[in-house]
């Protein structure tokens, strides 16, 4: 009988180990800060985890909160990105739209970019004109394609 039973806790040792496992696997798959170069591959920015956008001299130039707000340097909310990828000024007047697939597009919806899976930044000729590799897509559009920061 006390074979069994530890063998059991054995068994749930275990199974505690792999889920803890799986769970920080899937929290450090998670976006983290990154760099933001140009087509040099030149550094010309970072994004923290937290949305805080930097320039190359790593000066704070502005934030995007959680909920999308984005905000310059003195905290001003200078535009918003809606959850369907909707980008606005600080008027609220659309701007543009992130679409989940890194189309980019303008007001008047033509592409102006778009961002491949591995973070390449395109212009609408698809050439690359930089790079955010592990950057929140919506993060990386509003770096590149809208004149807020």
Do not use: C, P
């Not at 040792?13 to 976006?31: D, K, M, R, W, Y």
């Not at 790593?58 to 995007?64: A, D, N, R, V």
């Not at 033509?110 to 690359?128: C, F, L």
């Amino acid at each position: 009988m006390q074979s069994l039973l530890n063998s059991l806790t054995m068994k749930r040792i275990i199974f505690i180990f792999a889920i803890l496992t799986t769970l920080s696997f899937v929290a450090n798959t998670e976006l983290f800060a990154q760099d933001v170069r140009n087509s040099s591959y030149s550094y010309i920015g970072h994004i923290d985890k937290d949305g805080t956008v930097r320039n190359s001299s790593y000066s704070m130039i502005g934030k995007i909160d959680s909920d999308g707000t984005v905000r310059n340097s003195s905290y001003s909310m200078i535009g918003k990105i809606d959850n369907d990828g909707t980008v606005r000024n600080s008027s609220y007047s659309m701007i543009g739209k992130i679409e989940s697939d890194g189309t980019v597009r303008n007001s008047s919806y033509s592409m102006i970019g778009k961002i491949d899976k591995d973070g390449t930044v395109r212009n609408s000729s698809y050439s690359a004109i930089g790079y955010a590799k592990d950057v929140k897509l919506e993060w990386a559009a509003v770096f590149f394609f809208y004149d807020l920061f």
